[in-house]
């Protein structure tokens, strides 16, 4: 296990054994804003939602089929709040910087779960996301 203050504060926990080739895929364009105008006003204070906007972007889903990566099923109930919220748009981001900018939005940690699988993917990943409830 391999820990890391960066530079902006953000500390991150790696398992060195886990790939992070898909934590490294960069995303062209996410818009909280025209997703929020899309799926209705409670979008942008779900962070389960927000999370799978994210994680289910473009780039990312050709890359997991391109690799041959699966998906854990996920079932997430979470209470929405009226603050904070995510907006605004990112681009030209890696999956794990528009995961940290979730976490500084929402005040909590991501976490990126790999394991073998043996269903026809090569691997399956989680993504899960934990408020710290301030």
């Given amino acids: 296990m391999q820990v890391a203050q960066e530079p902006d504060g953000i500390v991150r926990m790696v398992e060195k054994v886990v790939p992070q080739d898909l934590?490294?895929?960069?995303?062209?364009?996410?818009?909280?804003d025209d997703e929020r105008k899309k799926d209705g006003p409670l979008f942008s204070f779900s962070p389960p939602a927000v999370l799978n906007f994210i994680?289910?972007?473009?780039?990312?889903?050709?890359?997991?089929?391109?690799?041959?990566?699966?998906?854990?099923?996920?079932?997430?109930?979470?209470?929405?709040?009226?603050?904070?919220?995510?907006?605004?748009?990112?681009?030209n981001v890696t999956l794990s910087e528009a995961l940290d900018y979730?976490?500084?939005?929402?005040?909590?940690?991501?976490?990126?779960?790999?394991?073998?699988?043996?269903k026809g993917n090569k691997r399956i990943v989680d993504f899960s996301f934990y408020r710290s409830w301030e």
């Fill in 23 to 32: 934590l490294n895929v960069k995303i062209r364009r996410l818009s909280f």
């Fill in 102 to 118: 979730m976490a500084k939005t929402f005040h909590g940690l991501w976490v990126y779960k790999e394991c073998p699988s043996n």
């Fill in 55 to 91: 994680t289910e972007a473009p780039e990312v889903d050709g890359f997991m089929k391109d690799h041959s990566i699966g998906r854990a099923p996920k079932l997430v109930n979470e209470p929405t709040t009226p603050e904070p919220h995510v907006s605004g748009e990112l681009n």
